[in-house]
């Protein structure tokens, strides 16, 4: 695998503006602002990017790797210097390297700071539905956070991106953990028009958000029969969602019914 050493490269930028636009200016020399713009790089926050003449690999997928050993230690400014230095280097960076760089942030967290990424840099990595799926992902189940999960949703919508199963199963799960039933059996409607089927996923949180409703434990039996006349095999994380808001609200004959239909 060829090797090559980078110099110390020191690149500062000025904190960019709120997107859209996201226009920064760089304080450092002519060359390296000429090199960022050939990659088309925007930053999204104040980087400084060191590469102090540790060997980088030219392999695409070693960095996407090195990228998520970064944010799995939750060092967010130096995952995304790295990322950048990697287009920097002009390595191969495409969607899935992008798209694994965006879900690694958003499994530890930084939401917000994958969101900037992503609207800051549409000209190298046009927006797409799994790009989207990941932020929405992070705030409806990451982050827990259904103001932001919607306003993600209405984002996508403005911009032209359908959504898909994986959307529907994000938004809903996040509704039913905040005991919103009206989104959630709203959504269920919304998803059928364009001929979505739910998921496992799907009928999971609708199953919960039922059951955690008063007087609705027959609904979430017709759902989980349902889901089964549609050929999907029920989990354990099904009847959990059955069996855990009913023991909670001490409906414990009602509970111990569903486990022995299991």
């Given amino acids: 695998m060829l ?3 980078a110099e110390t490269v020191k690149i500062r930028f000025q904190r960019s503006g709120s997107y859209p636009g996201c226009r920064n200016s760089f304080s450092t020399g002519p060359q390296v602002k000429n090199k960022l713009e050939q990659c088309s790089v925007t930053a999204s926050s104040e980087l400084v990017v060191e590469e102090q003449n540790r060997p980088i690999s030219c392999d695409s997928s070693d960095a996407a790797d090195h990228d998520q050993e970064i944010c799995a230690v939750r ?8 990322f950048y230095a990697h287009k920097l280097f002009k390595f191969d960076v495409g969607m899935d390297e992008f798209h694994d760089f965006l879900s690694a942030l958003c499994r530890y967290k930084n939401v917000k700071d994958a969101e900037h990424l992503l ?7 046009p927006y797409d539905i799994k790009s989207f799926n990941i932020i929405l992902n992070g705030w409806s189940s990451i982050i827990g956070n259904p103001r932001e999960a919607k306003r993600v949703w209405r984002e996508m919508s403005e911009r032209g991106i359908a959504h898909d199963v994986i959307s529907y199963s994000s938004i809903i799960s996040c509704y039913s953990k905040f005991n919103n039933l009206h989104e959630v059996l709203k ?3 919304q998803m059928k028009e364009p001929g979505i089927f739910p998921d496992r996923k799907v009928y999971n949180a609708v199953i919960h958000a039922l059951a955690k409703g008063k007087r609705l434990k027959k609904d979430a039996c017709n759902m989980l029969r349902g889901m089964e006349e549609k050929g999907i095999a029920p989990s354990a994380v099904t009847y959990n969602s059955l069996i855990k808001p009913l023991c909670r609200a001490r409906q414990l004959d009602e509970a111990q019914e569903v486990f022995h239909e299991k």
Avoid at 75 to 82: C, L, R
Wanted: proline share 0%.
């Fill in 3 to 5: 090797m090559r050493n």
């Fill in 75 to 82: 060092d967010v400014g130096k995952a995304i210097n790295t």
């Fill in 119 to 125: 609207f800051c840099n549409e000209n190298v990595f």
């Fill in 187 to 189: 959504l269920l409607n």
